[in-house]
């Protein structure tokens, strides 16, 4: 598993149909080292903080293996590292696998755990110049993961990637964004979700209301 680049920006404004918005998805690579700080890396940030940043979302990564798909979809020869305004382009974390909970190691000394899958916003489809994608990139699945910080310090592209810990009760990004937002799983599914232990509270709410629905 390894870190492929390392992405940031200050937040801009940019005019989405006719008016001025605010936003830091507009994320380009760093070279060298980069610094890794409680809520986010050194020289990047987020525009609406109601929504985005914060200690659960304090990192976006978002893996490679996507790349290629959407590639194919908007008949583009390449992507820059970047484009779905993700801090970190990882290779070898599938949300299929990455689970809620797991403590991933960047690098000598970089901790962090993964919190949620990310829902995408407006501001990423003008970003991309595709306003009517919002849906279709939501149920591909492909929404890469959020994580919080528990150790600071320095990272750069090239940096190995390993998982320390995993909860038991974990249940992966693709699971947990069945159930927040593609009316997937049932009762048991729904009920071993609220188990872990590190669930954030914005998906115990989630998961609790559609709980008390089914039964």
Not at 10 to 25: D, R
Not at 147 to 163: E, F, K, P, S, Y
Request: contains cysteine; proline residues 4%.
């Amino acid at each position: 598993m390894k870190l492929l680049s390392v992405n940031a920006a200050m937040p801009q404004t940019v005019h989405i149909n006719g008016k001025p918005v605010l936003t830091g998805i507009y994320k380009t690579p760093l070279t060298g080292q980069v610094a890794v700080q409680a809520l986010g890396l050194a020289g990047d940030g987020q525009a609406d903080l109601t929504v985005h940043g914060g200690e659960h979302q304090a990192l976006y990564a978002y893996p490679v293996e996507h790349y290629a798909h959407w590639q194919n979809r908007w008949q583009k020869s390449t992507l820059a590292y970047g484009t779905f305004g993700e801090n970190l382009t990882v290779q070898g974390l599938l949300e299929s696998d990455v689970c809620v909970g797991d403590i991933l190691q960047i690098g000598d000394v970089v901790q962090v755990q993964v919190t949620m899958p990310r829902i995408p916003c407006f501001k990423f489809g003008h970003k991309v110049g595709k306003p009517d994608m919002l849906d279709e990139f939501l149920r591909s699945g492909y929404s890469g993961f959020y994580l919080r910080v528990l150790q600071v310090g320095l990272i750069q592209a090239g940096d190995d990637i390993q998982i320390l810990q995993r909860d038991v009760h974990g249940i992966s990004i693709r699971t947990a964004l069945g159930l927040q937002k593609l009316g997937e799983g049932d009762q048991k599914l729904l009920q071993k979700a609220l188990q872990v232990s590190t669930l954030v509270p914005l998906l115990r709410k989630v998961y609790s209301e559609r709980l008390s629905q089914l039964g």
